[in-house]
């Protein structure tokens, strides 16, 4: 029954996103600008783009993942959804867990993409060795950042100025998680292997599993007020 619930649910997320690409076609745009604006800015410089890839595709994924949470609620908030959400039995965590899944699927798609382009802009070799080595960090990264995000998008989605908010809000408590995953670049770039052996891809792991916890929790509490 469960599983049913989450079926449906996150079928119509994609089924709503689907048939509205604006939303999605303005954060390809954004992605493509401040990839364009790093393309610019380095590709004169005779620097060692190694050491600038891995973090400026996190970096960027988070700017453009900020873009698909501040218009995640925005279906639910039209024609009395969520009211209809609220009276729906023990439906919270099958609805959380839709929109996670959903802007999760968004935000590592919006780090292959980032990398793609630059492979493209600046001819990068050894593409399948990068993700190969990267995987973990942006996958963890990414779950924390969706998680978290989820819930304070519902918290914010009634407010008129809901973007500047979310991002007050939710930049200074993923501070950890954003460190550990610049951490585990570094980490590489220094000449050791991720893996999951490794000290901060374990604590990533804690960071995703206390961000996550504690979003299922919370979310259930905000979907009945």
């Known amino acids: ?3 049913k619930k989450f079926s449906i649910l996150f079928k119509k997320e994609l ?12 954060i390809l745009f954004f992605t493509t600008i401040i990839v364009l604006i790093f393309y ?12 600038f890839v891995p973090a400026f595709i ?4 988070l700017f453009g993942g900020m873009l698909v949470l501040t218009q995640s609620y925005g279906p639910e908030k039209e024609g009395f959804v969520m009211d209809g959400i609220r009276q729906a039995p023990h439906i919270g965590t099958a ?12 935000v590592l798609t919006l780090e292959l993409l980032t990398y793609g382009m630059l492979v493209i802009l600046f001819n990068l070799s050894n593409p399948l060795q990068f993700l190969a080595t990267y995987n973990l960090p942006y996958i963890l990264g990414a779950i924390g950042f969706s998680a978290v995000g989820t819930t304070f998008a519902n918290m ?10 979310l991002s007050i809000m939710l930049y200074p408590i993923l501070i950890p998680l954003i460190v550990a995953v610049l951490k585990c670049f ?5 000449g050791q292997l991720i893996s999951i052996e490794s000290s901060w891809i374990k604590i990533l792991v804690v960071f ?4 996550f916890v504690l979003s299922v929790l919370i979310f259930d509490e905000l979907i009945k007020v």
């Not at 609805?95 to 968004?106: M, Q």
């Open 95 to 106: 609805f959380f867990l839709s929109k996670f899944v959903y802007n999760l699927l968004v």
């Open 208 to 211: 995703d599993i206390i961000y």
């Open 156 to 165: 914010v989605s009634s407010h008129n100025r809901k973007e500047a908010i």
């Open 58 to 61: 996190w970096l960027s994924a």
């Open 186 to 190: 570094e980490f590489s770039a220094s």
């Open 15 to 26: 089924l709503i996103n689907l048939r509205n690409l604006d939303s999605l076609i303005s």
């Open 40 to 51: 610019f800015g380095f590709s004169s410089q005779s620097i060692s783009l190694n050491q």
């Open 1 to 3: 029954l469960w599983l």
